[in-house]
């Protein structure tokens, strides 16, 4: 484990004692738990562009897609708890 220094201001240093006092932990434990927390949600947020720019590449190349209505219909479904079939890809070019 490396050692890193991090200069914060006064203020928001003596925030992040008083939240990790009420939490019950010492500051260093709560700035690595939200470092963490920041870095898993920069990951999440990477792989999820990543994923939606390589369907879109597909949709692309091969002319497929879901017309919005039938999307949203199966989602309402779904949440609803209903059992419903996810809906086909059509051509969406002319």
């Not at 050692?3 to 009420?22: F, G, M, V, W, Y």
């Not at 999820?48 to 597909?58: K, N």
Request: glycine share 4%; charged share 25%; aromatic share 4%.
């Amino acid at each position: 484990m490396v050692t890193t220094s991090l200069k914060i201001p006064d203020e928001l240093k003596q925030r992040t004692i008083n939240i990790a006092e009420q939490q019950g932990v010492s500051p260093h434990a709560f700035m690595l738990s939200a470092i963490e927390q920041t870095v898993q949600a920069a990951e999440q947020r990477a792989a999820f562009v990543a994923a939606a720019l390589a369907a879109e590449q597909e949709m692309l190349a091969s002319g497929l897609g879901h017309p919005a209505e039938e999307v949203h219909r199966y989602i309402h479904e779904r949440l609803a708890g209903e059992k419903v079939e996810r809906p086909e890809a059509k051509p969406w070019r002319n």
